[in-house]
């Protein structure tokens, strides 16, 4: 897992030069503004922007992804994830959706970070997480990069 905030972009990009294509887009479409809706980037990455609720407790459950590795940008309000790592102690709730590349875990975090405006985390195969565990509304921009590409 990677948390940083698009400030520091270049110290990450130095490491993953790839990812330049996510913070050109931030850096040139990432308001308020921003239409709800599916964005297609180059190298097979895509982005989703989304206005979501916090989920019920009893929703929020830890996932991973086989596919695709998550960067989850946060426009506005604020994003509580909990994370632990994934290991063979996890208890399947949902198995793998091959469609939506998830797997939802009955196990429960062992932390949560909070993510403001402006703030990013990246979430790699090995990342159980559960985002959306706030109280409050956010607006967020989910990329979704090929393992492949990383």
Not at 49 to 70: A, G, I, M, W
Not at 109 to 135: N, Q, R, T, W, Y
């Amino acid at each position: 897992m990677i948390i940083s905030s698009v400030k520091n972009y270049k110290s990450v990009t130095k490491y993953f030069p790839q990812l330049n294509v996510i913070f050109n887009f931030i850096n040139s479409f990432m308001t308020k503004n921003i239409k709800e809706g599916k964005y297609e980037l180059d190298f097979g990455i895509y982005a989703i922007v989304q206005n979501s609720q916090p989920k019920p407790r009893c929703e929020q459950l830890l996932e991973t992804h086989k596919k695709y590795v998550d960067l989850q940008y946060v426009i506005s309000g604020r994003d509580k994830i909990g994370w632990k790592f994934l290991d063979k102690s996890f208890v399947v709730d949902t198995k793998y959706n091959k469609k939506n590349d998830i797997t939802f875990f009955q196990n429960k975090p062992d932390f949560f970070i909070v993510l403001k405006k402006g703030d990013f985390a990246m979430f790699f195969s090995e990342d159980a997480h559960s985002p959306l565990c706030g109280k409050t509304l956010v607006k967020k921009c989910v990329f979704k990069i090929p393992q492949k590409f990383i």
